[in-house]
């Protein structure tokens, strides 16, 4: 966090734009491999569930191994440095506002690019409606209380991920957190 607040909002922008376009690009590949496999789970949903939450948090380790910054993970880490007086406190809605504009743009961006190469079609598209469903379907304040627990989570990701020494620990400590709140 203090690291973060230390950076320019052009610095803090780009890593952003780039980490929506990451977060689209491990939602795309969960997708087409999970609706890819949508004859083999109509006698059991959860394998294609399992198989959407193991391969979703491609993009989080793309993120946190590129210095990506998302709005998610920066509402954990940013507080924390002002807490413990590492960073001002004016930096919190700097970089919230910046992350989040930089996070719309970056998924847009690659929505638009998904639409342009006809990569939503047949069984992902499929699949995707009906996550949308699904998630638009349910109660408002159900759901927003799950989003606090998923955004707890990715935070979880974050903090396990800046604990690890090497690579293979980043990957367990991204790769767990993620699949569960994707599960659930």
Known sequence: GAELSRKSIAKIFHQSVYAG????F????????AGGIADASKN????????????????LLLILLTG?????GASAIVPAAVYEKKAHWSHIPKIFVV??????IGAVIF?????????????????ARKIVYRKCSKDFIKT??????????????????????????KMVGIWFPISCFVAI
């Open 21 to 24: 376009i990451y977060i689209g």
């Open 111 to 127: 929505a638009l690019l998904v639409h342009y190469c006809d990569m939503n079609t047949g069984l992902t598209a499929d699949l």
């Open 99 to 104: 992350s989040w504009i930089g996070n719309l």
């Open 26 to 33: 491990g939602g795309m590949l969960s997708l087409v491999v």
């Open 68 to 72: 990506g910054v998302l709005i998610t």
């Open 144 to 169: 927003f209380i799950k989003g606090i627990g998923c955004n707890w989570l990715v935070c979880m990701a974050v903090f396990l991920s800046g604990q690890a020494q090497d690579m293979t620990g």
């Open 44 to 59: 059991n949903p959860t394998v294609q569930s399992f198989v959407f939450a193991a391969l979703f948090p491609v993009n």
